[in-house]
């Protein structure tokens, strides 16, 4: 399993400052020598487990707070914003930026916040309104996709309606009528032509439409249970993130609700252990948990429970035409969530021509890193005979040393050859892929009369 170092030295030289505490009395408190301590603040050294301990006893705080409160979300977060077009030649590398955030973690705060707020491609903050989805996946990240307090609530949840029925769905509809006087009533697509799931407090009815199929059910019903039973959790966790925006807000708890969901269908100790059990294998976790691809897929990027994590997996929901509607880093540090475009050497669009398979691909970006990408074909729940079929490539992410294990990736040579792929065309500066669309941001177009290259769009170097 991927265990991340904790490199929290701006959150540790916040709460020495908070405390009017000089290194060399910190360090008395703690333990340890003032020379040690001034290593951690700068981020050379990590937080071992029995200084987080010393930390939580002598200041009484949460230890999650530390790892939530990176600046810009943290190295990777603020990398993939400098993967813009508009950075393209700047050249910031690794080392940089991981001095930037250990010198001035205030500045690369204010950075990302400001980036944030006057959004991708350029403007100004008096231009631009902040977009809500570009803000929640920013406090997601900031969690790296786990919510620890909203899992053990699930878990606990899970671990109840199992000891009293074997079947989950049953089971949820029994509780919601018993405990919340809420019916479960599945109606007919003339009654709910345009909506899938409608909570009627007038009836105290929660209304499915019949077009939906058993894992969308389950989900509804684990949303609904969210909603009532793990309200203090959610609203715990929206005042926390201090959204001014109420779009924002909204959609963050939404993505809570649905996260509980997910937490009661697949529980996290029993779904991390078959996962390691089936080598994180996508359709047998999907037949034992009841779960629809897309769920599972999900669920993986979550499992970062401190002592007990699983891979660090990313993942994407594609259309045809290249969108993202779904975008999870969880602690897979990868820029090809965030990135500004998809590269078409990707093979996550072969999954639209093949619905029936999943496509495997080990693909080598710019900076070298190598991942090993899953693709598969997904389309969303309900409809009927002559209605638009909707149709998205939902693909998983790993780091290639990490994808050893994985049953999908059994037989591939993982250290071999791999795909060289960009962040889309404006930024990438590969010169010679035959199928680039465009120069990179912020270099020349370069046209010659005598000669053409293998790309139609030459461009100036450095």
Known sequence: MAQRKLLAGHAVRRLRRQHGLTQAAMAEMLGVSPSYLTLVEKNQRPL???????????????????????????????????????????????????????????????????????????????????????????????????????????????????????????????????????????????????????????????????????????????????????????????RGSGFADRTAERLFRRHLSGYFAAAVMMPYARFLRACEATGYDLELLRRRFGASVEQVAHRLTTLQRVGARGLPFFMLRTDRAGQVSKRFAGASGSPLVEGPGLCPLWDLFAAFGRPDERIIQLVMLEDGSRWFTSSRCVGPAGGWSGAVKARFAVTLGLAAELAGGLAAARGIDLGGEAVPIGLGCRACTRADCPQRSAPPAGRALVISEREAGVSPFGFAGD
């Not at 914003?81 to 508009?86: F, H, I, K, Q, V």
């Not at 977009?131 to 909203?150: K, N, S, T």
């Open 48 to 238: 071992s487990a029995t200084l987080l301990l010393r930390l939580a006893e002598a200041f009484d705080f949460d230890p999650r707070a530390l790892a939530a409160g990176e600046p810009g979300g943290g190295a990777e977060a603020v990398r993939r914003r400098l993967a813009d077009p508009m950075f393209a030649d700047l050249e910031i590398d690794r080392a940089e930026l991981e001095e930037w955030l250990a010198g001035a973690p205030g500045g690369a705060e204010a950075f990302a916040r400001a980036y944030d707020r006057i959004g991708a491609g350029g403007g100004t903050a008096a231009e631009e309104v902040p977009d809500a989805g570009v803000l929640v996946r920013r406090e997601i990240e900031r969690w790296r996709g786990h919510f620890a307090d909203l899992d053990a609530a699930a878990e606990a949840l899970a671990d109840e309606l199992r000891q009293g029925a074997g079947d989950l769905y049953g089971a949820m509809a029994e509780r919601l009528r018993v405990k919340h006087q809420l019916s479960i009533r599945i109606l007919p697509i003339e009654v709910l032509p345009d909506v899938r799931v409608r909570l009627d407090f007038h009836a105290r009815q929660l209304q499915l439409s019949e077009t939906l199929d058993p894992p969308s059910r389950t989900f509804a019903l684990a949303r609904q249970l969210g909603l009532a039973e793990a309200r203090a959790e959610i609203d715990a966790l929206a």
